[in-house]
């Protein structure tokens, strides 16, 4: 039957190469038309067709309180009204910066820019420059941005579609990154062994998000604190799934480690486009105007963003939101590991709080290795089994399931009864 998602992205594919504007949309792992959404609210998406989903993407990450928030459509609105884009200092920039700051334990001083891309690129920029040193270590199945230096062995989509690096990349520039194992400390030490006084830095999702949730295992990232200092490169904590996901403080204060510096994004925006790096004041002072190493943005800290992630950060500040996203998410993903059982599939659930993923394996998943064993069929027969059933899922085994403080108990059983008769049918 055809619909209008299906009339749609016919359309598209005539205009956007793959008719989507980020590839994993294109739902090409799971063989699959997209569907095309036309609005959301709460922790429901609906599509242009009338179907009403559940949603575990939250736009990959930062609808923590869920989509249309009022609170934050307000403060949008009422930005809008002064102007959409300036391209010029304004006091939400401040005030954004000011809460940043005052979250994140290792940040002393933020610099806004547009996307996470944009983050983590100027962060490894930053740290070469501050450091005068070429390269760069980052984990296979970690995925930063699509910037040059940091699209090699890359999780997420690039992952999803099975693409190794990506053409377009000079040898000169891929050369400079050391991909390596994620939790695996011997590797680590090998590669500063070898390369120690040319390596600038170490950039790590503490909890990696982007070949489904990867927890680090004890110990492996204070080894990777200490490593740092001990060769003089900065660590890079990526925390643009991370940060004000899993605590106020992102995976840093879950942890207890300080990185150098720190890549956030998604949530400080509300949801619109917005990226932020900071760190030390030492290291940031290293930045023009103020220091010589450049980098610049027309919508670096547009009114637009910056409105929407004031509003976000001030509602996570509330007393007890931590709390009920942990209860939340221990619903849904303990919930996930029960139905299994009961169907008699093998599964790992990795989680922490409310972010997690599920693969079909009896694990465990600790890299990107096993978390690329455990994708298959099974993963497409559920994502399929999901949809169907009103269940709006990642369409890629590589990405993270949201929860927001929109799900509430009646939506998260729903979602469980639906996992319990897709994983009956598989089973």
């Not at 933020?110 to 490894?124: D, L």
């Not at 106020?248 to 400080?268: F, H, N, R, S, V």
């Not at 932020?276 to 190493?293: K, W």
């Not at 943005?297 to 007393?319: D, F, I, V, W, Y």
């Amino acid at each position: 039957m055809e619909t209008q998602s299906g009339t749609l992205f016919q359309q598209a594919k005539d205009l956007i190469p793959g008719g989507v504007n980020s590839p994993v949309r294109a739902c090409k792992a799971v063989g699959l038309d997209p569907p095309f959404i036309e609005r959301a609210e709460g922790c429901f998406l609906v599509d242009v067709d009338g179907r009403r989903y559940i949603d575990y993407v939250c736009s990959w990450g930062p609808m923590i309180l869920g989509h249309a928030h009022p609170a934050v459509i307000r403060a949008v609105e009422r930005a809008a009204e002064k102007g959409t884009s300036y391209g010029a200092p304004t006091e939400l920039e401040v005030a954004v910066a000011d809460l940043i700051v005052r979250m994140v334990p290792s940040i002393e001083m933020v610099r806004m820019v547009n996307s996470g891309t944009e983050a983590a690129m100027s962060a490894v920029r930053l740290a070469r420059g501050f450091t005068d040193r070429p390269k760069i270590i980052k984990f296979e199945g970690c995925y930063h941005g699509h910037a040059d230096s940091l699209l090699v062995s890359a999780g997420s989509g690039v992952a999803t579609l099975g693409i190794p690096g990506s053409p377009g990349i000079p040898e000169d520039i891929a050369r400079h990154t050391i991909s390596l194992p994620f939790n695996d400390k011997e590797a680590v030490t090998a590669a500063f062994d070898r390369w120690g006084p040319q390596i600038a830095a170490v950039i790590v999702e503490p909890i990696p998000a982007n070949m489904g949730v990867v927890l680090p295992r004890e110990g492996f990232l204070p080894f990777l604190r200490e490593i740092t200092r001990t060769h003089d490169a900065l660590l890079i904590f990526d925390e643009v799934i991370t940060g004000f996901r899993v605590g106020a403080g992102g995976a840093q204060e879950l942890y207890g480690i300080l990185p150098d510096l720190t890549c956030l994004g998604k949530i400080i925006g509300g949801g619109l486009p917005v990226g932020a790096y900071g760190g030390r004041r030492e290291i940031m002072s290293r930045m023009a105007p103020e220091g010589n190493i450049y980098q610049a943005g027309t919508l670096s800290g547009n009114p637009l963003a910056m409105a929407a992630g004031l509003e976000t950060l001030k509602r996570l500040q509330e007393p007890s939101v931590y709390d009920l996203l942990e209860k939340k998410g221990q619903m849904l993903f303990d919930g996930l590991r029960d139905a299994a059982k009961a169907a008699g599939l093998p599964v790992t659930v990795n989680a922490v709080g409310s972010l997690g993923s599920l693969f079909f394996t009896e694990g465990p998943v600790t890299d990107f290795a096993s978390a690329t064993a455990a994708a298959g069929e099974r993963f497409t027969a559920f994502y399929r089994s999901m949809l169907e059933r009103g269940v709006y899922l990642a369409p890629s085994p590589f990405e993270a399931w949201f929860v927001s403080l929109a799900h509430d108990e009646p939506e998260i059983r729903r979602t469980l009864g639906c996992a319990q008769e897709a994983l009956r049918s598989m089973a």
